[in-house]
Structure formats: structure tokens, C-alpha cells
């Protein structure tokens, strides 16, 4: 089993829809969770943390379940723009910290 | 503000040839610094990190190697390059205390030929 999972997609939504992705992580020690983009071609930049309570970033919904060691992202109202790679990225306190990244779900937003 | 800078940005390389990548990094010190590389349409792989000058960790046998000469300076090389050494090579800082979230360099893309 991989330390974190994601579902590759693609995921191709219209302008305007909301849209879920879903990641599992398999230490249940982890202890702190990101997501980034990355853009083709480009180096993967943070998108935002993710805190147990939940967190907002304007269109951008990240929750965290750690009893069922799974964090997802929900854009809601799509644009063209957030077509994109999304990364779940998940630390792992041991010794130092292990940064564990998914291998990606690829979101085609259009017109 | 902290600021990584990367280089060279893309380079052709042929098989058997020697490379080397730098990366720098601004605004902060004693970061976590790493290297990545990512196949084309593959994830991230982890190649080195380094907590401090002259420490470098390895996660994978490979031919690569990597070295810390300054507080923020670290170097990706190879004496011999492989085809298979061709991708796109990211260097990476985090700070530990901040969740060691990890900032990324704009890349360098190796085509090995």
C-alpha cells in the first residue's frame, strides 16, 4: 500500500462546478498535511495547509478526518484557471520529518 | 521574505557526460534543503536532504550524488550521466518549527541524450 494515495483522475468538470478530491495517507503518526499545485511543466507550489478543524481559503475547502486517515480538497465554483496537478502531501514525524507526497490528481477545468 | 533560486533551468545533456544543478536560498537560515526529480508524468521522488553543511541523507542508490558547501547552497552532480537520469530536478527548503513545509525552486529540466 502507498503511504499516501490519491486517485490520478483526470477530473474534467465545466466552469462553475465543484469538484472533490480525496486523499489517504497510511501512517496514522502523521502530523501535518498539505495540498500544492503544480502546473505542467512547473515546480509544485502550497496551496494550503490543512487543519483538523477544517480550513478555508476563499474557494478552496481542505478537511481532515484523521480516524479514517483521509484529507480532501473541494474547489467549488471552478475556473479555468485552477486546471492543475493537485498534490496531497502528508509529514510524518520520525526523527526528523518524513514529507510524503501523493502522486498527483489532474483537474481539467472547461469552457 | 525567503527567496530559492535554481539553475540551470533547462540543459541537453549527452549520456556519459558529467552535470551539476545549483540551488540557493535566501532569507532564511539553516533550512532543510532537498533534492527531488520527477519522470515525466510521474510523482515526486526524494533524492537527498541535508539538515546542515557537509550532512547529506540518500533515499535511493542512484548516480547522483549531492553536497552542502554553505549554510544555503546545494549541489546535485553526477560524474556519468544515464538516460535514465533524465527529468525534471527540483531543489526544495523547509524550515523545521513551521510544519517543515517545503517551498520549491522553479526546477531544471535534464534531457539526457
Known amino acids: 500500500r502507498k503511504e499516501v494515495e490519491q486517485d490520478p483522475g483526470p477530473f474534467n468538470v465545466p466552469e462553475g462546478a465543484t469538484v472533490a478530491f480525496n486523499c489517504t495517507y497510511s501512517?496514522?503518526?502523521?502530523?501535518?498535511f498539505f495540498w500544492y499545485r503544480q502546473d505542467c511543466r512547473k515546480e509544485p507550489k502550497l496551496l494550503m495547509s490543512?487543519?483538523?478543524s477544517g480550513n478555508e481559503d476563499g474557494r478552496f475547502t481542505a478537511q481532515l478526518n484523521r480516524a479514517s486517515q483521509y484529507i480532501s480538497l473541494l474547489i467549488r465554483d471552478s475556473k479555468l484557471s485552477d486546471s492543475a496537478t493537485y498534490l496531497c502531501?502528508?509529514?510524518?514525524?520520525?526523527?526528523?520529518?518524513?514529507?510524503?507526497f501523493g502522486a498527483g490528481t489532474r483537474l481539467f477545468v472547461k469552457a | 521574505s525567503q527567496t530559492i533560486h535554481q539553475w540551470p533551468a533547462t540543459l541537453v545533456q549527452p549520456v556519459g557526460s558529467p552535470l551539476s544543478l545549483e540551488c540557493t536560498v535566501e532569507?532564511?537560515?539553516?533550512?532543510?534543503l532537498y533534492w527531488y526529480r520527477q519522470a515525466a508524468g510521474r510523482g515526486l521522488q526524494l533524492l537527498f536532504y541535508s539538515v546542515g553543511i557537509g550532512q547529506i541523507s540518500s533515499e535511493v542508490p542512484q548516480n547522483l550524488s549531492a553536497s552542502r558547501p554553505q549554510d544555503r547552497q546545494f549541489i546535485l552532480s553526477s560524474k556519468k550521466l544515464l538516460l535514465s537520469d533524465s527529468g525534471f530536478y527540483l531543489c526544495?527548503?523547509?524550515?523545521?518549527?513551521?510544519?517543515?513545509?517545503?517551498?520549491f525552486g522553479e526546477g531544471s529540466w535534464l534531457t539526457v541524450v
Open positions: 490543512v487543519y483538523s
Open positions: 501512517n496514522s503518526a502523521s502530523q501535518s
Open positions: 502531501v502528508v509529514n510524518q514525524a520520525t526523527g526528523g520529518f518524513k514529507t510524503i
Open positions: 532569507g532564511t537560515s539553516n533550512p532543510n
Open positions: 526544495a527548503w523547509s524550515v523545521l518549527g513551521t510544519l517543515n513545509t517545503i517551498y
